[in-house]
């Protein structure tokens, strides 16, 4: 146990030391700060405000334009030719022309501008239009504005899980973005530090050390000192990233708290935008009920419990495959039936099991050891009745102990192996011998 | 006393047999040549003592004692394939190989230290093992093996890609490991590199052990009563007492190696010489181990 401890150690200490995992464990929050700031400070910039001339020929749509901070509707009067000219020399970013209308068939709109009209101002524009011109088809026909008001109706239907324990309200959307989530931290967990186990073995191999330190220590104690070691690494590099993140994203949210916030003044542009106002709120809220509603507990335990059993299943099989091979270049045939099973779960999870999770598919697949870290995952935030749960848990502390135990023997044989490309026929035969 | 008696060991592998029956002992305090040719199965032999893997049949005892994994810490085992980390610095190195040895982390600072500043590679501690030239890397190589002072040493293939100034500073230092009470085995296939330095051999060929030994004893049974002679005059033997297996002749100075026979000395065969020419030089041709190792392996080939 000391010398597992000693190697455990000399990996973690080494490997946290390395420029690559500081760098990578900074650059990664920043990388998010990136990702939220940047596209706030795009908005800001592009925050000069359009004015945009209407010349109205029609006579239908005075004042029907709501100005809005960002973009400012003058009215223009004169011939289409002249107002083209006068255009050029004036500070307008462009001008609406509305000849006279078949409201039947209202053709002939059209925007000019010196530049490119950006989307927005033609998407405000279209739905200005639309809405004046079906007003006025509306009082042509007899309709009331303000019945037309009453009919429209908002729905939103609330789901509620029935249980023993009683009622308790959920979001699918919730609960399957948390279980998505949290399988795929699992997922790059497992292969990226799964491919560092098998570096580090080819690494000791290729150095020439091994037989220096398995004269000192049993192979098996090597392995394991190896993959706990690397396990801590990324532990810490996940905590830190937890932590930087949510530093960075604080800090961010307060620097940025104005720019941020819903602008009050589009909800007073109209009712139905204070409506869809409300219902989003609505959402969000619904949303949070649910988060808390999820069994937060049961969740993040089973996560550890799935993101260590899962690393450590795979990790020994990376382990053995780094021992079986020279360099990396050898590693792709063995690599292959490994990731697999990694790669089809996480495609069959976001598919499948996301849309029935309590299906056939599901079940299986989240309580076979290779398949289930990543399955189970999707299903918990779900609800998975417990005997799954636990029968799941006990298959994949069985079949850690099973690839531990396979990878072992490959690895006791392969780290003393060189110059000699491995077949699986040789591996297999591998097993059976007797060290 | 032995340190190590090996007592009827066996390994096979898959498709091959690495060790059969294989018996021998070593004296505590000796310097042990462990010779063979490549593939004979020396290294297979220094693994199972190193506990690196298991003999299928046969044990070993250091000390009297059954081999058991307590004794790892009082081995030392410079491999054939060695390197260390390396992006690691040469004292952490050392530090961690020490403390896999089952050396307190304080102890083994304390050894460290001795050692570097007995080669002179202080400066050193702090580089990382890639800064160092293949030389220092051997060297450090070298404390790595001795420094939490093993009763048993084992080198396997010492000297291949040591310079002659480095070799000759491990022979040293071996030397003295062995004054100090160590035993060492040197196993390698380039037997005139340690005829000088060993006490003891053993020779294994074809995973059979087919010699072992005191150097002495082994060079006084495989001695052929031959003697080297040079000379001027004109050589001419004529009595069956004497056998001249070669002659060679060059401006006037001759030079003949000739066999004893029906039990007469060096001293007969001066006396009869002297008679008819001049004598320059006399000597007994000792087979070298190399000899004595390639006559037994030819014996085992055609036998």
């Known amino acids: 146990m000391h010398k597992i401890w000693l190697i455990f150690q000399r990996e973690y200490l080494v490997r946290v030391r390395k420029k690559s995992f500081i760098i990578m464990t900074l650059l990664a929050p920043l990388l998010l700060a990136a990702f939220l700031v940047v596209p706030v400070l795009l908005a800001s910039i592009s925050d000069k405000t359009e004015e945009i001339g209407v010349l109205d020929k029609s006579g239908m749509f005075r004042n029907k334009f709501n100005s809005t901070p960002d973009r400012k509707f003058v009215p223009l009067t004169g011939d289409l030719e002249e107002v083209k000219a006068d255009f050029l020399k004036s500070k307008l970013t462009g001008f609406l022309y509305i000849p006279q209308l078949n409201l039947d068939n209202p053709q002939g709109i059209r925007l000019y501008s010196k530049s490119n009209a950006s989307i927005d101002s033609k998407i405000a524009i279209e739905s200005s239009l639309r809405k004046e011109i079906e007003n006025i088809k509306f009082q042509r026909s007899g309709i009331n504005q303000q019945v037309l008001e009453n009919i429209k109706t908002d729905i939103s239907v609330g789901t509620t899980n029935l249980s023993d324990e009683g009622e308790k309200d959920n979001n699918a959307f919730v609960t399957s973005a948390a279980g998505y989530a949290s399988a795929f931290l699992i997922y790059i967990f497992i292969f990226m530090y799964g491919v560092q186990i098998m570096r580090g073995v080819i690494e000791e191999k290729t150095n020439r050390i091994v037989e220096v330190i398995i004269s000192s220590v049993k192979p098996f104690q090597l392995m394991m000192g190896k993959i706990l070691g690397i396990a801590a690494v990324g532990l810490t590099q996940f905590l830190l990233w937890i932590i930087l993140s949510s530093l960075v994203t604080s800090a961010i949210g307060s620097q940025f708290r104005e720019k941020l916030a819903p602008p009050t003044t589009i909800a007073a542009t109209g009712t139905s935008n204070a409506d869809m106002q409300n219902s989003k709120a609505k959402g969000i809220q619904e949303a949070f009920r649910a988060l808390e509603n999820l069994n937060l507990p049961l969740i993040l335990g089973c996560f550890i419990f799935y993101f260590l059993g899962g690393y450590l299943l795979y990790g020994a099989l990376f382990g053995a495959v780094g021992a079986a091979v020279d360099n990396e270049t050898d590693t792709q045939q063995f690599m292959l039936p490994i990731t697999i099973p990694l790669v089809m779960t996480f495609v069959v999870a976001q598919t499948v099991i996301i849309k029935n999770p309590d299906g056939p598919v599901a079940f299986w697949m989240s309580v076979i050891p290779f398949t289930s870290p990543i399955a189970m995952m999707i299903r918990i935030p779900f609800g998975v009745p417990t005997y799954q749960l636990l029968l799941s848990m006990v298959l994949l502390v069985l079949g850690f102990v099973g690839t531990t135990w396979l990878a072992a023997r490959i690895y006791r044989v392969g780290i003393l192996m060189y110059g000699k490309k491995v077949s699986y026929k040789e591996l297999s035969k591998w097993l059976f011998y007797k060290v | ?303």
């Open chain 2, 1 to 303: 006393m032995n340190i190590l008696n090996i007592v009827g060991v066996s390994k096979r592998y898959a498709n091959h047999v690495a060790l059969q029956d294989v018996n021998f002992e070593i004296p505590a305090g000796s310097i042990f040549g462990l010779l063979g040719p490549n593939g004979a199965g020396k290294t297979s032999l220094i693994r199972i003592i190193t506990q690196i893997t298991g003999a299928d049949t046969g044990e070993i005892y250091f000390r009297g004692e059954k081999l058991k994994p307590d004794h790892i810490k009082n081995i030392g085992y410079l491999p054939e394939e060695r390197g260390l980390y390396k992006k690691m610095k040469v004292g952490e190195q050392l530090l961690y190989l020490a403390q896999l040895k089952g050396l307190t982390k304080h102890d083994a600072s304390q050894k460290i230290k001795n050692w570097i500043q007995k080669l002179g590679i202080g400066s050193w501690m702090n580089k990382n093992i890639e800064e160092l030239s293949k030389g220092m890397q051997q060297k450090v190589q070298f404390v790595a093996t001795v420094m939490h002072e093993p009763e048993l040493i084992i080198l396997d293939e010492p000297f291949s890609g040591f310079d002659p100034i480095n070799a000759n500073i491990i022979k040293d230092e071996i030397l003295e490991l062995r004054e100090k009470g160590s035993t060492i085995i040197f196993s390698t296939h380039r037997m005139e590199s340690v005829e000088e330095l060993c006490d003891f051999i053993a020779l294994i060929d074809r995973s059979r052990k087919v010699l072992d030994g005191s150097v002495r004893d082994i060079k006084a049974i495989y001695k052929t009563e031959t003697y080297l002679v040079e000379g001027t005059g004109h050589l001419l033997v004529l009595s069956p007492d004497f056998e001249v297996l070669s002659q060679t002749e060059s401006h006037g100075l001759f030079r003949a190696s000739i066999k004893l026979h029906n039990n007469t000395t060096p001293n007969d065969l001066l006396r009869y010489l002297i008679q008819t020419v001049e004598i320059h030089a006399f000597r007994e041709m000792i087979p070298s181990i190399n000899d004595i190792f390639i006559q037994k392996v030819n014996e085992n080939t055609h036998a």
